[in-house]
Every structure is written in C-alpha cells, then in structure tokens.
C-alpha cells in the first residue's frame, strides 16, 4: 500500500541546467498537485494536474516551469535554466478525485542549485 | 496580508503537557481545514481534515473551527517526544483544487 513516491529525493544542479522531478500517485488516484516549500515559508501551491491535463496551473511562474501527467507513468515537473531562487522543496500530493478530497503529500525533492 | 498566519514558533513543552497550535486567515470563502504534520526532511502527514465549523477529535488530537472569528485551532492533549515536528495547518474553497498553507509551527515535546 504505497503512498506518494517521489524521486529524486535530493537533486543538486548547477545553474542553467534543467530539473526533472518526478511524482507517482498513490495507488488509485489520478488527481496530482505540485507544492513549493522555500525556506521559513509555507507550501506554495503550483499546478493540479489530471491524466493528460492541466487544470489548475495558476500557481506556476510563467517561464521556465513546466508539468505534465501522461497517461503512462508519473507526473513530472520540469525546471528549465535553474536559478539559486529555485532551490526549495519540491512535494507532490495527490487525490482519489477532484477537489473537497483529501490530498496526501510525497516525502518531497529538495533541489539545490549551486 | 497572507491567506493563513500561523506563530512559528518555535515551541517547547514538557512531556504529557497540553499543546494549543492555531492560525487565523482572511478568507471567508475557506470551507475546509487541514491540520498536517511534518517531521524534519518528511513531507505533510495528513492529521486532522474539517469541514466548515465545530469540533472534530481523533484520539489525543482535537481541531477547532471558529468561522465567525477566522481562527483554527489544534490541541493535542498528553503530549509526546513523538509529537515533536512542524505542525501546518491548511485550507481551501470548496471546489477549489489548491491548498492554502500557513508557514507551520515547530514543537518539541521535552521528556
């Protein structure tokens, strides 16, 4: 009865490189959401995503910042150009549907960018 | 104006003792309140979910919902070294997909 997984756990890059992280839903949901956790700061709401679709990405900085959930495999969010602004915690939640359920949090990829 | 303020803390109390943990927020169209906790490196562990006001309580954990005064509360009653962590709270809309977080509080238990 596995959770949320996500890999990698800790992910260093230099500036200007790209961050892939990678998120698995617990088993029997489809609904995904992205957080970002900086330092001494709440989680910071980025994207909701559903098989194939974005629904929500109100929370995404407009470059740079990219997520899909395809219909095989995990949800990944993708960091194009890294700055050492976005060294944070990245988590990854996700639901059995929509909104009003519960979301249930991954352990989490802390990215540093040197 | 943040959506959610929440002390940060940090807070020491001795073992068995019990904890009050709280936030306020501005938006009245909050309808659902999360309390999680999470243990240092961990990600948000789900403790309490409410909806709209009352009580609910889950064994030593009792979470509040003033909506009249926009104010949550957590207590955690017989405290524990186990309880040590960062307690965030968190709410939304209903039908909103996005969850809005407070900054959480640090609590060590000292046995």
């Known amino acids: ?7 990698p756990r800790h992910l260093v890059r230099r ?4 961050a892939r992280l990678r998120c698995s839903p617990m088993k029997g949901h489809s609904h995904v959401y992205w957080y970002r956790q900086l330092p001494e700061e ?3 709401f980025m994207v909701y995503l559903q098989k194939e ?11 740079r910042f990219s997520a ?3 219909k095989e495999g995990p949800s990944i969010l ?3 150009q890294v700055v050492r602004g976005d060294s944070a915690a990245y988590f990854c939640a996700s ?8 979301q249930f949090f991954g352990p989490g990829t802390r990215l540093t960018v040197l | 104006q943040k959506e959610v303020e929440q002390d940060p803390g940090p807070l020491s109390v001795p073992e068995g003792a019990i904890v009050s943990l709280n936030c306020t927020y501005s938006n009245s169209a909050f309808q659902y309140f999360m309390w999680y906790r999470q243990y240092s490196r961990k990600g948000p562990e789900l403790l309490m979910y409410t909806y709209s006001s009352g009580n609910k309580e889950d064994g030593r954990f009792t979470a509040q919902v003033d909506k009249s005064s926009k104010y949550i509360s957590l207590f955690i009653r017989d405290s524990q070294p186990s309880d040590s962590a960062t307690y965030l709270c968190a709410m939304r809309q209903t039908g909103a997909n996005n ?7 640090r609590l060590t238990v000292i046995p």
């Open chain 1, 1 to 7: 009865n596995a959770g949320v997984m996500q890999n």
């Open chain 1, 15 to 18: 500036r200007g490189q790209e």
């Open chain 1, 42 to 44: 709440g989680l910071k």
């Open chain 1, 53 to 63: 679709n974005i629904i929500d990405e109100s929370g995404m900085p407009k470059e």
């Open chain 1, 68 to 70: 899909e959930f395809p």
């Open chain 1, 78 to 80: 993708r960091i194009q």
């Open chain 1, 95 to 102: 639901s059995l549907s929509g909104a009003d359920n519960e």
């Open chain 2, 99 to 105: 969850l809005f977080f407070g900054t959480g509080t």
